[in-house]
């Protein structure tokens, strides 16, 4: 497995809306229609912010999985900077490969090369495979993870 | 109660520092002996990156609160904005005068102007008062939350 992290570009859009769409949970949450308007919008504004990386991985220049790590500077813990992950999508087809973990390996050691001394990340509770992989890359479940839907007017 | 919300200045760092380490948690993982270098460095990071809000609130010209707010684009729901909380603190002789309601109102209030549709963040598992507190607010507690210490250097 020769996997590629890079940056996702705008022509990745829809591929990355397909993965995060291709999920137990993502069915119910992304854009059925896949009208990529409200997606574009998000795209351009992570791309106007140097704290944020969208990454896509590759392999044989095919998009296999994607996620996204967050930068967050904050005084706690020292004045401890964060990587957050979020939204992490592996191919149907190309799940039990091995291709999450070479993904956290690349994002762990990114937030590493970016001055982060934490790295977080939540995952729905309904997520027990998940957890599974979490707790078996030595993160700590040791926070509840809280959330709270607006409505945009 | 006449609270202000305002951004943190300079000045205030050594005020939020102690607020931050006034706590049974933040006493284990804050410098005890108030060297502020490491502070400074997070804190000049904060104030270069337009989609963090360091807040403190204000009574009669003093400080009595604190909580970072950090707005984050994203793809995933449908390109949702997130607005996320974190040190979330109110002075010691300020507890239980709705000092943590109000910063929340605020908070909540201002995800909501930035274009976020969800407000996150984690909170310890061995703080039950927060948790009845976020419980009450509305947030649902539907996710795990995970962190990874990395040592640098």
């Known amino acids: 497995m020769a996997l590629i992290f890079r940056k ?3 022509g990745d859009l829809a591929t990355i809306v397909g993965l995060l769409a291709d999920d137990d949970l993502g069915r119910q949450r992304e854009d059925a229609s896949r009208d990529l308007t409200a997606y574009q919008r998000a795209f351009e504004q992570i791309e106007a912010d ?11 220049g095919q998009v296999v999985g994607t996620l996204q790590l967050s930068f967050i500077p904050g005084l706690s813990r020292g004045g401890a900077k964060r990587g957050m992950i979020e939204a992490v999508r592996v191919a149907g087809d190309q799940r039990s490969k091995g291709v999450g973990r070479a993904m956290f390996d690349w994002a762990i050691a990114t937030c590493r090369a970016e001055g982060c001394t934490l790295v977080q990340l939540t995952t729905d509770k309904t997520r027990p495979d998940a957890h599974r992989f979490y707790d078996a890359l030595g993160f700590e479940a040791s926070h509840v993870g809280y959330k ?5 007017g």
Chains 1, 2 share one sequence.
């Open 8 to 10: 996702a570009r705008a």
């Open 148 to 152: 709270l839907h607006l409505v945009q």
């Open 50 to 60: 140097r704290n944020q990386f969208l990454c896509v991985a590759e392999e044989d």
